[in-house]
Structures are given as structure tokens and as C-alpha cells.
């Protein structure tokens, strides 16, 4: 059985795909359709295959397994035994549960009050603020706050992240989407999660982003309680680089980099995805400025080779990878990381100072009800957990004493350390007054200067069409359906190309162009691939096509600065190919032309360290993806990278 179990003291906090435990111990069919093999909310390209949900408390079905498993019996073609077989798994776990774990999934306290499970809360927040939110989740579960007279839990909590630019776009245009999604493009079930009944976004501009232009059929009603904490965004630097404590403060983000190029010429500075988290978003506000000629200096003043970090977190997890990096690299973070730092590296990490500028806007989540159309069966029930939630993490004694220890200030005026006798190293205490929450407008401008800051993009799909294809080509899943959900990262003024990658011995070139390489409208270039892309009864050879292709690329990008990207779609059947002396030659061409490589593996393992796609990758300084993760969402993420992006 596959489970996942959270522990505070003898309380069982989680308990994860049971149900798809259940199936797997009956030698069930496979995957239940509708869920493929997604492991939980999208994480972008890189960050791991594991689900990155946190359960608190017995977790109930989402909506969407609830509809498909309703069905309250065996069905036709269910034998009776089987049936059995689920009972008796059914009862060992909930056994093994109850002797195991204390029984406070099943019982109260004193043992003699049988427990049904809690009502659930999907808590879904920014990719920055997962942890902390998850720990003040797991606190709240086990306080007196949560805690019924007869000892049972009120309520059970799973606490879930998705890229913050997916989520505005899904709760303003794509409510109806999340329970019936129109086409293989528009699925927030599978890019963001499950229906949230609360929302915690970084900022309470991101409620404004929604609702002022939003469809005008939502599904989905948003109430803003309030904001639950603040946190600075800060320019962390390697302590031999900091300023003096009088100089950290008041000055704005350009003329904090002016001066930390004074003190160190080769100093540089790095900040997380601007797509996939708020944190981000708010530092490029402060290096765009307000002129054009700004955002190009403040974008090239954070270049670097390669994607950018996910997270926060994710960077100064990155930066101790390179000793000398880390000793002369500053990082825009919010400031609550110096305080609860991040899993990794925590001895080697170099100490950093935290410099506050005074035009980038602070972390100040907001906390906010959705209350979904037509789920009205326990909305009563449901609005009052929600509030009572809510009312614990203001408290003192409650989320906010979490909160202080994670890091956060105060979202009272003034913005005191909620914790002020445990400031972390580097953190000023009183730094003087700090900037507030962002505003829509400047959010919005700043992705969109983002994404335009280089111009129009190029992208040449590399597509295995040999024989060996034909078990994953058809549906949403296969190499031509991934191959089209990502064309929506790209725009009009984006140049795209497709090959066919398969030939017989002997031929002049290993691949056939099935799309021109040029600007393209998507549904005229999803036609064409509809006609001309088939699998052939041929070898593919991926030495000599990316070969082909990064000389390709090469050639296009001579004369301007624009984003370039290389996909290569594959069942990795041909990749005994990609060995020896010839092997290495590959990966040194793929050093040396610059140009990004996202091997998309559509086997689970493919991006193992030591297997062809991951080392190609990590050589072009590009991506891998395999089949262990959702293989469209993460695509389209990457070639929305180098593309304009229709979908943005």
C-alpha cells in the first residue's frame, strides 16, 4: 500500500493514495482514467517528481475522485471476490492506523470515541510559502482551536502549491475548467490542483488581478479575510559583501546593486522564476524600474546561464553548488528564508545579510475563501472551518507564534519581528519603513515585461517518429499531443519549427521537417502536424539530429540576443546510440553552442542522473523531463521560457 504519514507526537497528521493502494495491492488495471500519471499540483521543470502536497489530518477524496469512485458498489465485471480482497486491505490499513499510530485518525483521546474522518481544507498558496503555511497547518490540527469536546479533529487540512501565474490565470479565467476542463490545454485539476477552499497568495494584488478581469461566469467566489503576516523582500548578500548596517536600508533595489558593485566587480546577483512565484515577481518590479531602458539593464544585471530557480528556497539551495558562486552572489528572497532557512546545505551555506530596498514590494499573504458554485452541501460547516482557521492564524498564541518562528513580521503597521528575541543572522530588527504590498497593475506590468524582455523566441521540436513511437503517439499523452500542448507557450511573433526524427540507413539527413521552421498561428500549425507527423517504420538517430539541430540553431541566433530553445521528444528506445567517444563529442558541442536542450523523456526514469537525456540536458544548461512528472504542463512551462506566450 502506498501511504504517506505525517506524525506530531502520537497524532497521524496524513494518510495519502489509499485508494490508489487499494487498486495496486488488487492488481487492479492500471491508472484510473483521469488521472494519468500526475503525482500532484504542477511543479516546474526540475524540482522533483514527488507530490509536493502536505495532507494534515485523514484525507478525504478530492471532488473529482469523490464523482469517479460514487458509484457505491462492485459494478458489472466485478467479481465478489475482489470486492473482498478490498475489504479485507481496506481493514488491515485502517488497523495498522489505529494500533500503529495512537488511533487519533479513528479515535479521540480517550479511546472510546470513534472519529469519522474531519472535514477537509485544500489550502493552496504560493510555491515560496508552502512550507510555512504547511507548518502552521500541522500546528493548527493538533491546538485546542481544532479540537472538538469529544477529542475528535474538526477539521483535516492538505496544503498544496502551484505556480502563481497559473493560478491567477485559472481563478479568473478558467473556474469552469476545474470540473469539466474543455480541452487537453485547459485543465487546472492537472496544473494546479484540486479545488482550493482557501486561497493564500502572496499578495493581496493577486485577488485584484482576478477579480477585476474575470469571466463572467466564474464558478468560483472569492472573500478576503485578511493578511496573515509580512515579510520584506531583501537582497541577501554573502556577509563579506554586505554594507554597513546604516547603508542596508532606504535606498532602492538599483542603487543597492550600484553599490554592491562597487565593494566587488564580479559580484552578481540571481532571483527565482518570475512565472512560478510572487517572490520573484515583486524583486523584478524593483530591478525593471520604471523606464524601458530599465528593465533590459535590470534583466541583464540578473542573467545567468540556464533557467532561472523555481523558488526562493530553490536558489539558495543551488548557490552552495558552487562554493565561489555562493561567496559573491547576492539572492532577491524574502527575508523570512534567513530565518527558516531551507532543507538543504545548512552547513555549507555562506552567511548572508539582508539589504531591504525600499521599491520592491514585501510578502504579505493574503488569506482568501473560494466558495465554489453549487458546492452547497456543507457549506455552513465548511464556511465556519475556514473562518476558524483563519481566526487561529491571527491569534498570538496561535499561527502568528508559527509564523514568527519561520520568520515572518507582523502585517500591523510598523511590521515588527513576530519573533523579534530570535532574529535571524543578518535580519535587521528595525530597518526602518517597509515598503507594502504590490500593486495589480505593477504586477501585471512587470510579467509582461518579463516575458517581452528579449524579444519574440525560436524553438525547434524535435520529434522521434521511428517505430518504436507508435505505442505513445495517439491522445493528449502521446509525443504529438505533448508536442501541441506546448505550442501554447509560444506567440505569433514566436518562430517554431518541427522534425520528424527518423530515417533509414544511408539517408542524407536523420530527420524530416514536418512544420517549416517560422512565425506560425497554433491552429494552423497543430493542422499541419495532423497531417504530415506519423510514425515511420524507421530507426531514429538522436546523435546526429541534435547535431543537426543545435548547428541549426546556432546559425539563427548570430546576430541578436534573442531566447532560443531546442525540445526533443523521445521514447529513448534509440538512446543505446548516445555512448562513447561520439557521445561526449555531443555533450561538448552542447557546452559550447549555447543554446538550451529539454529532453522529454515519455519513460518514467528517463531523466535519471546518469542516463543520456539528463546529461544532455544539464550540458545545454536546458531541462529534463520525464514521464515520472506531468510531461505537457512542464513542457509548455519551459518553451513558455523562450516564447511570448499566447496562453501567459
Keep these: 500500500m502506498r501511504t504517506a504519514l505525517r506524525r506530531s507526537g502520537q497524532v497521524t497528521l496524513a494518510l495519502t493514495g489509499l485508494g490508489r493502494g487499494l487498486r495496486d495491492l488488487d492488481g487492479g488495471a492500471g491508472d484510473t482514467p483521469g488521472t494519468g500519471s500526475r503525482k500532484g499540483p504542477r511543479r516546474p521543470p526540475g524540482r522533483g517528481t514527488g507530490d509536493s502536497r502536505h495532507w494534515y489530518g485523514l484525507r478525504a477524496p ?69 512550507q510555512p503555511v504547511g507548518a502552521a497547518a500541522g500546528a493548527y490540527l493538533t ?57 493564500l497568495p502572496a499578495s493581496r494584488a493577486d485577488v485584484a488581478r482576478v477579480t477585476a478581469e474575470r469571466d463572467t461566469e466564474s464558478q468560483a467566489a472569492l472573500r478576503t479575510l485578511g493578511t496573515v503576516a509580512h515579510s520584506p523582500l531583501v537582497l541577501a548578500v554573502p556577509d563579506r559583501l554586505a554594507a554597513p548596517a546604516g547603508e542596508r536600508s532606504g535606498r532602492t533595489l538599483a542603487a543597492l546593486l550600484a553599490a554592491l558593485a562597487e565593494r566587488d566587480p564580479d559580484a552578481e546577483v540571481r532571483r527565482p522564476d518570475p512565472e512560478f512565484t510572487d517572490t520573484a515577481l515583486f524583486a523584478t518590479i524593483g530591478l525593471h524600474g520604471r523606464t524601458e531602458p530599465a528593465v533590459a539593464a535590470g534583466e541583464q544585471r540578473v542573467a545567468q546561464p540556464g533557467p532561472p530557480s523555481p523558488t526562493a528556497a530553490d536558489l539558495l ?13 547576492g539572492a532577491l528572497v ?92 543578518g535580519v535587521l530588527r528595525a530597518p526602518g519603513p517597509l515598503p507594502n504590498g504590490a500593486s495589480p497593475a505593477a504586477l501585471e506590468s512587470a510579467l509582461a515585461a518579463y516575458r517581452g524582455a528579449h524579444g519574440p523566441g525560436r524553438v525547434l521540436f524535435l520529434l522521434d517518429s521511428s517505430g518504436s513511437m507508435g505505442g505513445q503517439w495517439h491522445g493528449p499523452s502521446g ?45 494552423e500549425a497543430e493542422e499541419t502536424l495532423d497531417r504530415e507527423a506519423v510514425v515511420r517504420d524507421a ?20 546576430d541578436d540576443d534573442r531566447p532560443e530553445l531546442i525540445v526533443y521528444i523521445t521514447d529513448d528506445e534509440d538512446g543505446t546510440r548516445l555512448t562513447g567517444a561520439r557521445f561526449g563529442r555531443l555533450l561538448d558541442r552542447a557546452r559550447t553552442t549555447g543554446v538550451p536542450v529539454a529532453m522529454v523523456s515519455l519513460t518514467n526514469g528517463g531523466c535519471a542522473r546518469v542516463r543520456p537525456d539528463a546529461r544532455i540536458a544539464e550540458a545545454s544548461a536546458g531541462r529534463c523531463l520525464d514521464a515520472d512528472g506531468d510531461l505537457g504542463a512542464g513542457l509548455k512551462d519551459e518553451v513558455a521560457r523562450a516564447g511570448t506566450g499566447e496562453d501567459g
Design 334 to 425: 524574502p527575508e523570512f528564508l534567513l530565518r527558516s532557512g531551507v532543507g538543504c546545505a545548512r552547513t555549507t551555506r555562506v552567511d548572508r545579510s539582508a539589504e531591504y530596498p525600499s521599491d520592491v514590494p514585501a510578502v504579505e499573504p493574503a488569506f482568501v475563501h473560494v466558495h465554489w458554485e453549487d458546492a452547497d452541501r456543507d457549506e455552513p460547516r465548511r464556511t465556519e472551518a475556514v473562518e476558524d482557521f483563519y481566526d487561529w492564524l491571527r491569534k498570538p498564541s496561535g499561527g502568528q507564534r508559527v509564523l514568527g518562528a519561520a520568520g515572518f513580521r507582523t502585517a500591523a503597521d510598523g511590521h515588527a519581528l513576530l519573533d523579534a528575541d530570535r532574529a535571524a543572522h
Design 317 to 329: 539551495c543551488a548557490l552552495p553548488q558552487n562554493g565561489a558562486a555562493d561567496r559573491r552572489t
Design 479 to 523: 509525443g504529438p499531443g505533448i508536442l501541441k500542448q506546448s505550442l501554447g507557450g509560444l506567440g505569433d511573433r514566436d518562430e517554431y519549427g518541427v522534425w520528424g526524427v527518423a530515417s533509414e540507413p544511408g539517408a542524407k539527413k536523420p530527420y524530416r521537417t514536418l512544420l517549416a521552421f517560422g512565425q506560425h498561428r497554433r491552429q
Design 539 to 558: 530507426e531514429s538517430d538522436p546523435d546526429a539530429a541534435l547535431r543537426a539541430a543545435l548547428k541549426e540553431m546556432a546559425g539563427r541566433g548570430t
Design 143 to 199: 491546538s485546542a482551536a481544532n479540537t472538538a469536546s469529544d477529542g475528535c479533529r474538526r477539521t483535516g487540512i492538505t496544503v498544496y502549491s502551484a505556480g502563481a501565474a497559473d493560478v491567477v490565470t485559472a481563478l479568473r479565467q478558467r473556474t469552469g475548467d476545474w470540473r469539466d476542463p474543455r480541452d487537453e490545454d485547459s485543465d487546472p485539476q492537472r496544473d494546479v490542483g484540486a479545488q482550493p477552499d482557501v486561497w
Design 62 to 130: 478530492s471532488r473529482r475522485e469523490g464523482a469517479r469512485d460514487s458509484d457505491g458498489g462492485p459494478g458489472p465485471g466485478r467479481s465478489g471476490p475482489r470486492v473482498r480482497r478490498l475489504v479485507t486491505v481496506f481493514s488491515l490499513a485502517l488497523a495498522v492506523l489505529a494500533t500503529s499510530y495512537g488511533g487519533y485518525a479513528l479515535f479521540g483521546p480517550g479511546g472510546d470515541t470513534l472519529c469519522g474522518p474531519p472535514l477537509e481544507l485544500r489550502v493552496l498558496t504560493d510555491p515560496d510559502l508552502e
